[in-house]
Antibody, heavy 122, light 110 residues
Framework: EVQLVESGGGSAQPGGSLRLSCAGSGFIFTYYWMHWVRQAPGKGLMWVSCINNDGSSTIYADSVKGRFTISRDNAKNTLYLQMNSLRGEDTAVYYC???????????????WGQGTTVTVSS | QSALTQPASVSGSPGQSITISCTGTSSDVGGYNYVSWYQQHPGKVPKLIIY???SRPSGVSNRFSGSKSGNTASLTISGLQAEDEADYYCSSYTSSSTLVFGGGTKLTVL
């Protein structure tokens, strides 16, 4: 079964840090782009970041650029999101999602994890 | 990176068809055939229902269809069913190589 499982969510103070992880299974992890998407309580989806299959290319939404870092360890089939300088507006459920399989281009995300909750509050 | 524009809500009766619009610019929706649609039931994980403007993933009902004209993409659901009641989000690739979502549309089946 193709599966993504996030972990690492929790509470942090403004200015603090958290690292999210997303373990993939049931597919060849190294073949796929991967994304992070978040959803604030009662709000819509917001794309956060993506990384290509070998980790050589990373892209970020303006609102997190310079504060968040996406990375992956293909040997461990795991995606990460290092979140620094956290703000209240970063409070959300964070989903990891699978992007297209190389060499196919596209923006769709066909497999999603169950999400992990991040709360930023003093 | 402004969000794509979707109506906040739409409604329809069982058996009817509804269309949800998703308006962007020539830098996103209008510039690329990389528009996707997601369905999200309350408390659940988003599910991909349309990709590349009009393609359906395996297992998605053919009652769901997508199209695009200029800077506006559309999702049509035909033969509306009670289980279709959910939030729907469009997304698009952008000229900045980022992705952008719409604000979401709540579909109510009357």
């Amino acid at each position: 079964e193709v599966q993504l499982v996030e972990s690492g969510g929790g509470s942090a103070q403004p200015g603090g840090s958290l690292r999210l992880s997303c373990a993939g299974s049931g597919f060849i992890f190294t073949y796929y782009w991967m994304h992070w998407v978040r959803q604030a309580p009662g709000k819509g989806l917001m794309w956060v970041s993506c990384i290509n299959n070998d980790g050589s290319s990373t892209i970020y939404a303006d609102s997190v650029k310079g504060r968040f870092t996406i990375s992956r360890d293909n040997a461990k089939n795991t995606l990460y999101l290092q979140m620094n300088s956290l703000r209240g507006e970063d409070t959300a459920v964070y989903y990891c999602a699978r992007g297209p399989r190389i060499p196919v281009a596209g923006s769709d995300m066909d497999v999603w994890g169950q999400g992990t909750t991040v709360t930023v509050s003093s | 990176q402004s969000a794509l524009t979707q109506p906040a809500s739409v409604s329809g009766s069982p058996g009817q068809s509804i269309t949800i619009s998703c308006t962007g610019t020539s830098s996103d929706v209008g510039g690329y055939n990389y528009v996707s649609w997601y369905q999200q039931h309350p408390g659940k994980v988003p599910k991909l229902i349309i990709y590349d403007v009009s393609s359906r993933p395996s297992g998605v009902s053919n009652r769901f269809s997508g199209s695009k004209s200029g800077n506006t993409a559309s999702l049509t659901i035909s033969g509306l069913q009670a289980e279709d009641e959910a939030d729907y989000y469009c997304s698009s690739y952008t000229s900045s190589s980022t992705l952008v979502f719409g604000g979401g549309t709540k579909l109510t089946v009357l």
